[in-house]
């Protein structure tokens, strides 16, 4: 059997971390809240259940945090305007704008107006190019969520061959340095639409972080045994989430994720961190 990367159980001892943190600080202790702001546009049900989890992180550690709904008819300008105004409110500490945004609006423009300091998400281009550049940055949520995870269950990762599944901004791209990164040494390769058979370098991986939003991407048959497989990816199949990763991965894994409900509950866990980090660094 393999052993299973408890992401609700981890994210629970990430969040009394966090509390702890927070309470024995100058801020808190002086009377003051992190406080979180989110911006839903339009009314997607999967975002504003994703955002309703944010704050009641938020009420659970004793954190602030407002939710502003807009109609998905606003313009961009309206909406930059917004932000505007958010990022020069003391009483904000960290903005979230959730995505997707619709069509009209350039999500790029978007996450470029946010105040870096107050960039949560940790995807502004100031925050991932000081990451690059080895700098203290609000790192990404879901990357961290899924080193974090590796971290706790001690997947060996120095000189292991680690392959992701997926180059998008939310998790491949940034992930991939993370873990290239000096005090983690993977060998790191990312696979993508563009490769025309994952298979070869999948048997090869020590570990599989699959992050492309296609069901049942890895299937046991892909897997050496023994290795690790980390599903982030979530598609949707006749209106049922799909994972990543097929059940059948659980076979073969040394050590595997959950089907769903893992890297999310640590991503928000991450999320909690960093408005910790926004709000102690802004006072
Ligand atoms: P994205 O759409 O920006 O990128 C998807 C990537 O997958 C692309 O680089 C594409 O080339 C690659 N890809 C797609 N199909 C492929 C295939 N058949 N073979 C090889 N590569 C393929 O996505 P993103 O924003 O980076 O998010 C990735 C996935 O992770 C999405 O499904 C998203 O819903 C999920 N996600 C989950 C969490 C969580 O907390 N669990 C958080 C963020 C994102």
């Known amino acids: 059997m393999p052993v299973i990367l408890d992401g609700d159980a981890t994210a629970a001892a990430w969040r009394a971390r966090i509390k702890a943190r927070a309470d024995e600080s100058a801020f808190v202790r002086a009377g003051h809240r992190p406080c979180l702001v989110t911006v839903l546009v339009g009314d997607d049900e999967a975002s504003r259940a994703y955002v309703s989890r944010k704050h009641q992180d938020c009420e659970a550690l004793g954190f602030a945090s407002r939710q502003i709904d807009l109609p998905a008819s606003i313009s ?55 990451m690059l550049a080895g700098q203290p940055a609000l790192r990404p949520c879901t990357p961290s969520a899924i080193l974090a995870l590796l971290r706790e269950y001690d997947v060996p990762l120095a000189g292991r061959r680690v392959a992701i599944i997926g180059r998008g901004l939310l998790v491949g791209r940034p992930l991939a340095m993370m873990l290239a990164d000096r005090d983690v040494d993977a060998v790191v390769t990312v696979l993508h639409r563009g490769v025309a058979d994952l298979t070869p370098m999948l ?11 296609q069901p049942d991407l890895v299937r046991a048959e892909v897997v050496r045994p023994g290795a690790c497989v980390v599903g982030v990816g979530i598609s949707y199949v006749d209106g049922q989430m799909v994972s990543d990763i097929a059940e059948d991965v659980a076979q073969v894994a040394g050590w595997v994720t959950p089907r769903h409900g893992s890297v999310g509950p640590m991503t928000r866990a991450m999320l909690m961190r960093n408005l910790l980090n926004a709000a102690l660094s802004q006072t």
Do not use: M, T
Not at 203 to 212: F, G, K, Q
């Open 76 to 130: 961009q300008a309206d909406l930059l305007a917004l932000i505007d105004i958010l990022n020069r409110d003391a009483a904000c500490h960290g903005l979230i704008v959730q995505l997707p945004l619709p069509a009209h609006i350039d999500a790029g423009a978007v996450i470029e107006v946010i105040s870096p300091d107050k960039d949560v998400d940790g995807l502004h281009p100031l925050n991932l190019g000081r």
């Open 203 to 213: 048997r090869d991986s020590d570990v599989i972080i699959a992050a492309a939003g």
